[in-house]
């Protein structure tokens, strides 16, 4: 089969490899849709050989990309319950391998193991930019009939990720929560949390962006490259502050904001990864008693109840991708997603 490579400073390649074979405990899927998280291009820009090292792999090391992996389960290992998989069950991949049996493992969080994460799929361990993908049993999740593969891949990584920090907040449906960034991870809790019941306000500091996140959600939307966002998120809630707010842009500032812009006893969930962030910690937190909180990704558990209710809320995950391309078309696709101008791209297969 062809697997997508990267191989640094924004190139990559089509290799060849051998179609898996399940180990006692794993299965193999044929992959319908592998979603592109802006996560990979972390490894798609860096420096030949420098992103293997950081994770601890030979510098010639090739890792098939892709970490949204879903499709339907085509063999089984002897040792699988078929009330675990089956043949033909058509799946989700919660993209992480523990140790199995620490307390987190075994909830279903191997991305948080004691023993440190075995592999990242698509990142430490060959993930799903390939025809097939071989996985543990314990790390399937099942996608409901009504929803699309497309959809299953968002789910299995930056859908579900908007759903794990909504359920962090605990947000009701009669508060309103305030989105730092709209890309697909803070596109996705827009959609959600409207779902949800919620008001939401969106921020982006792209007019297309915030043009969708109306057409999927929010009440209200603000450009914080032309108003401060804290007074304008103030001035909409009669001066109290949203009831929660989620950072999704990784932006110092941004995260800044999205804590400032809490009401007395808020809630503000740090979701973008990498970097920093500067606070006046009595008038930012102390004094206001808001609660600061880091979430990372979900658990298998949440990725199911994620997918149950996008299937019967009738949410359109779908409208999240701009972009579908064929396996062959990687490079051209990469291209484009590292512009970081649109919206998501899925391999479809």
Request: with cysteine.
């Amino acid at each position: 089969m062809k697997g997508i490579v990267f191989t640094g400073s924004r190139n990559l390649e089509l290799r060849d490899f051998a179609d898996p074979a399940p180990g006692a405990d794993e299965v193999v899927l044929e992959i319908k849709a592998s979603g592109m998280c802006g996560s990979d291009l972390k490894f798609y820009r860096a420096a030949p050989g420098e992103a293997q090292k950081s994770l601890g792999l030979a510098s010639g090391a090739a890792v098939i990309a892709g970490h949204e992996p879903c499709g339907v389960v085509v063999a089984v290992g002897g040792n699988v319950n078929p009330k675990r998989a089956r043949i033909g069950q058509r799946v989700m991949v919660h993209h992480y391998r523990g140790c199995g049996a620490c307390p987190h493992c075994s909830t279903g969080w191997q991305q948080l193991c004691v023993e440190g994460v075995a592999e990242v799929y698509g990142v430490t361990g060959h993930g799903a930019h390939a025809r097939y993908m071989k996985c543990p049993a314990s790390t399937v999740v099942g996608l409901p009939d009504e929803l699309s593969f497309e959809t299953g891949a968002a789910i299995a990584c930056g859908t579900g990720t908007a759903w794990g920090a909504l359920k962090r907040l605990d947000l009701a449906g009669e508060q309103t929560v305030a989105i730092f960034g709209q890309g697909p991870v803070g596109l996705s809790a827009t959609q959600l949390a409207a779902a949800l019941g919620a008001r939401v306000i969106a921020l982006d500091v792209s007019a297309d962006r915030l043009e969708r996140a109306r057409e999927f959600g929010a009440a209200e939307v603000i450009n914080p490259a032309a108003t401060d966002p804290v007074a304008a998120i103030r001035e909409l809630t009669q001066g109290l502050g949203a009831h929660a707010t989620i950072d999704a842009s990784s932006s110092a500032e941004a995260r800044r904001q999205c804590v400032q812009s809490v009401r007395t006893w808020g809630k503000a969930c740090l979701v973008g990864e990498g970097g920093q962030m500067t606070l006046d910690v009595s008038p930012d937190m102390l004094r206001r008693q808001v609660t600061l909180i880091g979430s990372w990704t979900f658990s298998t558990n949440g990725q199911a109840e994620c997918a149950r209710f996008v299937a019967e809320r009738k949410v359109d995950v779908d409208k999240l991708f701009t972009d579908r391309w064929a396996l062959e078309q990687a490079e051209q696709a990469y291209r484009l997603f590292d512009q970081q101008s649109g919206g998501k791209g899925v391999f479809v297969f």
